[in-house]
């Protein structure tokens, strides 16, 4: 069974950087499909990134401030997180596809597998 691990999370202030990661057991390699959502207080899950292996799509709002990586040797995926603002206080969360999908969805009903959250918090 699949289990995603997440670290990294912490506080900020504007303007700065965090790195979130998210390590995959019981898989001898990351699945295919994974992503990184987050929630805010009293707001519905949003989709934030995704990898597929074959490329990396981004929501609009975080395509030019965060990029979505993938370290195979460490079963472990990245989000770097830039120019941090206030809104992006969140929980953070990755999440995996089941096997036999290859494809991202901003969806979160498609992703079986979740991380515990990480909470980052931007403030000055």
């Known amino acids: 069974q699949l289990q995603l691990v997440e670290s990294g999370g912490g506080s900020v202030q504007p303007g700065g950087s965090l790195r979130l990661s998210c390590e995959a057991f019981g898989m001898t390699s990351l699945p295919v499909v994974i992503a990184w959502f987050r929630q805010a207080p009293g707001k519905d899950r949003e989709w934030v990134a995704c990898?597929?292996?074959?490329?990396?799509r981004y929501g609009d709002s975080y395509r030019d401030r965060f990029t979505i990586s993938r370290d195979r040797a460490k079963n472990t995926i990245y989000l770097q997180m830039t120019n941090l603002k206030p809104d992006d206080t969140s929980v953070y969360y990755c999440?995996?596809?089941?096997?036999?999908?290859?494809?991202?969805?901003?969806?979160?009903?498609?992703?079986?597998?979740w991380g515990q959250g990480s909470q980052v918090t931007v403030s000055s």
């Open positions: 990898s597929n292996i074959y490329d990396q």
């Open positions: 999440a995996a596809r089941p096997a036999e999908y290859s494809y991202c969805s901003p969806r979160v009903s498609d992703y079986d597998f």
